[in-house]
């Protein structure tokens, strides 16, 4: 679980009486050892839960095969099982297969790092990338997860939301601040996400990384459902006066083509 979102926790007052809390905690346990290894102790603070209701839903993970046991350690991980029931999972791959040949044509055009991601709660996550033909550039990887708020491509996302979700998404979270440069709160989130309605694009500048800046977009589908978002991120030093307004005008034609052809 993202330290970034300080006010989150797996179990959240008021949820729907369909959720059962053992099965809830358990993939929240899932999701912490996704980030790595923990100690017993460790997993019970920081997802709030009570230690003896941790070591009996640890030991059920174990057993299935979904988390790992290194007693030199006395710590737990991922475990095979997670490994395979997550390769499972193919709802990215039809539009990364589609997107990344454009993604790298505008790699190309533009000189610069574009990435593609989906959003996954209040993170965003990367699911394909080209890179930037250039010597200094934008490093990423395919699976790597940000704080939405703080990345333009997240901001993008989140600003196609519904208001009601994008509500129930931010209520009691505190944003973690990366730079002077990060959004300082939630108000100030959704101010910045009407202008992103608005305009049709969200930027990020130096809001996560110090030195990097970028502008993103979403993707629809043929169903008119935005299914993931597009950007493209450059060094400071390479972004002149009118950058953003170049790159996005490049990035709508790319994302144009790309909707083309989800809607055959």
Request: charged share 20%.
């Amino acid at each position: 679980m993202s330290d970034a979102l300080s006010g989150a926790t797996a179990d959240k007052a008021g949820e729907a009486q369909s959720v059962v809390k053992s099965a809830d905690r358990a993939l929240a346990i899932l999701e912490l050892l996704a980030t790595g290894r923990r100690r017993l102790t460790d997993v019970a603070e920081l997802l709030r839960f009570p230690l003896s209701s941790v070591h009996g839903l640890m030991a059920t993970l174990v057993h299935r095969g979904f988390a790992e046991y290194d007693p030199a350690s006395r710590t737990y991980g991922l475990g095979l099982k997670a490994w395979t029931v997550g390769q499972g999972y193919h709802g990215h791959r039809d539009i990364a297969g589609l997107a990344l040949p454009l993604m790298e044509q505008l790699a190309q055009d533009t000189g610069e790092t574009v990435q593609l991601a989906q959003l996954d709660g209040l993170e965003n996550v990367y699911i394909a990338i080209a890179e930037s033909p250039q010597p200094m550039k934008l490093v990423s990887a395919v699976g790597v997860r940000l704080p939405a708020y703080a990345t333009g491509i997240g901001k993008a996302l989140l600003a196609g939301l519904a208001d009601d979700e994008l509500g129930d998404r931010l209520e009691g979270v505190t944003l973690r601040r990366f730079t002077d440069h990060t959004v300082a709160g939630v108000e100030e989130l959704l101010a910045e996400i009407e202008q992103i309605r608005r305009v049709g694009y969200a930027t990020d500048d130096q809001e996560y990384v110090i030195g990097c800046r970028c502008v993103a977009t979403t993707i629809r589908n043929h169903a008119g459902q935005i299914v993931a978002a597009m950007s493209v991120s450059a060094p400071t030093p390479r972004c002149g006066p009118d950058w953003t307004e170049t790159t996005f005008a490049q990035l709508s034609a790319v994302i144009e083509k790309l909707e083309a052809q989800l809607r055959r």
